[in-house]
């Protein structure tokens, strides 16, 4: 079953880090382009950072530029997100999500999400 | 900056019923970027449409999508019960940046 599950949230001070997990199930994750995404309590969906393929290419939303950075562990199958310099605007459910390809070709959209990990910015 | 504005925020009907939803882009949207989601309380957000009107896998036939240059519907033929929850449009755009709509909640009238 392809899967994504992410772990590594918590409750952290305002100017703290966390790292966060997106593991990968059922397929490899270095074959496809992957996203996070998060939301904040009773907001909408707000995305983060992309990151291709091969890994040459990551961009970032302007609102966490400089503090986020993402990155991939191949060999646990798994994506990263660290998070630093945390604000009270961060808190929020930590989505990470696969890129929908089909036959090689990409359709800008997104087909496979994790559970979310939930951070929590609070003094 | 391209914003994608949904409406109407909240759509109450009953089961059995269409529902239509709009996400309107401030600026022409080429139609391969444009995907729509579910979302129920607690849950990850859940692909239903992309390329404007393709479903995705394993999504019911009840749900469709259309539109082309700035509006967007997606239409819910005939609700069942378990299709009350959030429905979010996105936009794919440029450096590989997806934006969302802000949202419809469809509730059970």
């Known amino acids: 079953e392809v899967q994504l599950v992410e772990s590594g949230g918590g409750l952290v001070q305002p100017g703290g880090s966390l790292r966060l997990y997106c593991a990968a199930s059922?397929?490899?994750?270095?074959?496809?382009?992957m996203n996070w995404v998060r939301q904040a309590p009773g907001k909408g969906l707000e995305w983060l950072s992309y990151?291709?393929?091969?890994?040459?290419?990551?961009y970032y939303a302007d609102s966490v530029e400089g503090r986020f950075t993402v990155s991939r562990d191949s060999a646990k199958n798994s994506l990263v997100l660290q998070v630093n310099s945390l604000r009270a605007d961060d808190t929020a459910v930590y989505y990470c999500?696969?890129?929908?390809?089909?036959?090689?070709?990409?359709?800008?959209?997104?087909?496979?999400w994790g559970q979310g990990t939930t951070v929590t910015v609070s003094s | 900056e391209i914003v994608l504005t949904q409406s109407p925020g909240t759509l109450s009907l009953s089961p059995g019923e269409r529902a239509t939803l709009s996400c309107r882009a401030s600026?022409?949207?080429?139609?391969?970027?444009l995907g729509w989601y579910q979302q129920k309380p607690g849950q990850a957000p859940r692909l239903l449409i992309y390329?404007?009107?393709t479903r995705a896998t394993g999504i019911p036939d009840r749900f469709s999508g259309s539109g082309s240059g700035t509006d967007f519907t997606l239409t819910i033929s005939r609700l069942d019960p378990e299709d009350f929850a959030m429905y979010f449009c996105?936009?794919?755009?440029?450096?590989?940046?997806?934006?969302f709509g802000q949202g419809t909640k469809l509730e059970i009238k």
């Open positions: 999500a696969r890129d929908l390809e089909l036959g090689g070709y990409y359709y800008f959209a997104m087909d496979v």
């Open positions: 059922g397929f490899t994750l270095s074959s496809y382009s």
């Open positions: 990151m291709s393929s091969s890994g040459s290419t990551i």
């Open positions: 600026q022409r949207v080429d139609r391969r970027y």
């Open positions: 390329g404007a009107s």
């Open positions: 996105q936009k794919y755009g440029t450096s590989a940046r997806y934006t």
